[in-house]
């Protein structure tokens, strides 16, 4: 009888588990599991890319890769995890409720924005956590161009100073002129409960955000966070107003809702606390990658984050081991102790660092060139060839 590989979620976690779990198989000659992959799309969705503009390009097609490495992909939204059952509930195109079943599964479901339940957020705000919602920001940009002049159809609010708030707001005075005009006179603000212009982000690379805010006229109002948000504006915390027609949310992240359903250790952003081989501690059966695990990176007490960067190791892991676990030989333990930014700064450039200190190596043009080969080459899936896709998905490639 054939066994069954599930993975849910066509992220980066889910791709690279899906691929690196059949390159696995090929190599032992095993035809008699299969590997499904279960998402609402066969596509990648290029998230890091969401704060750009004409975001509907940001869009990588899987269907083609799927087929030439043997991957079913099964059209649907998981809504219950049976773990005793080893079966997956899911909603399928039509909206009817299926089931699958499974003899192993990888959790890739991902990660979504985790807005505050505060007036007027969920009702006026704009993010781009998803790309629904990155459409539905490019749209009401473009209709800003329909309103009369005025301050506060020339303002955007970003509300978090964190690595997407930075991004979307450096690329925003570019994208607000796209609109309205070279001369228009645009105000970006970035809200940020921070004592200094990106300090969240570190000291050694703080300095090049800063002199990138000044040069592009992106605004900081630090020690301050945004307490309300209506059609017009913003609200902060210590009373003032800003007069916006633009508000986005860029505040943190949290894993899938599914974790919940999954018997297990969770950290505060509710990843499923896994092992060496990435298997979640107290599941034989159920292995997590990208943004709903939370795993060590390496000796010195860090841990991956919830970043393209660290999905796609997570993914070639997963699936390398959930494949190992059927074929009965030792798993590669995920390991992954260099870690980099490169944080893009819109017109000005981007900057790139080294290190958990986050150690300055490139800037402006620099690492401008860097930041569009990672966004527009490296995170990508690989061409839909089976030789070429199976060999990309080995776990020991080395990737920072």
Known sequence: MQQHILILGAGFGGLW??????????IH????????????????????????????????PLGALFDAVGVRFIEGAAQRIDVAGK???????????????????VLATGSV???PDLAGVAEHAFDVDQLEEALRLETHLKSLAQRPASAARNTVVVAGGGFTGIETATEMPARLRAVLGEDAEVNVIIVDRGEAIGASMGNE??????????????????????????????????????E???????????????????????????RLHVDGALKVVGQADIYAAGDTAYAASDDLGNHALMTCQHAIPLGRHAGNNVAADLLGVA??????????????LGAWGAVFTEGWGREVK????????????????????PVAERAVALAAADPLIPIA
Request: charged share 25%; proline share 4%; glycine share 6%.
């Open 29 to 60: 000659g095993r035809t008699d599991v299969a590997v499904s992959v279960l998402a609402p799309q066969a596509e990648l969705r290029i998230r890091p890319r969401f704060y750009e503009a004409d975001v509907a390009r940001t869009v990588a």
């Open 331 to 344: 798993p590669v333990i995920y390991s992954q102790p260099k870690y980099v930014t490169c944080l893009d």
């Open 87 to 105: 079966r997956v509930e899911y909603r399928d195109a039509q909206g009817n409720t299926a089931v699958s079943h499974y003899d192993k599964l």
């Open 17 to 26: 588990s899906a691929l690196s779990a059949t390159r696995l198989l090929d």
């Open 362 to 381: 490139l800037v402006k043009e620099e690492g401008k060139q860097l930041k569009t080969q990672i966004n527009t080459v490296w995170i990508y899936p």
């Open 205 to 242: 690379i703080a300095g090049s955000i800063a002199e990138a805010s000044a040069e592009l006229g992106v605004q900081w109002r630090l020690k301050s966070s945004v307490e309300a948000v209506d059609a017009e504006g913003v609200t902060l915390s210590d009373g003032q107003r800003i």
């Open 244 to 270: 916006a027609s633009t508000v986005i949310w860029t505040t943190g992240v949290r894993a899938s809702d599914l974790t919940a359903q999954i018997p297990g250790e969770r950290d505060r952003q509710g």
């Open 113 to 115: 924005l985790a807005r």
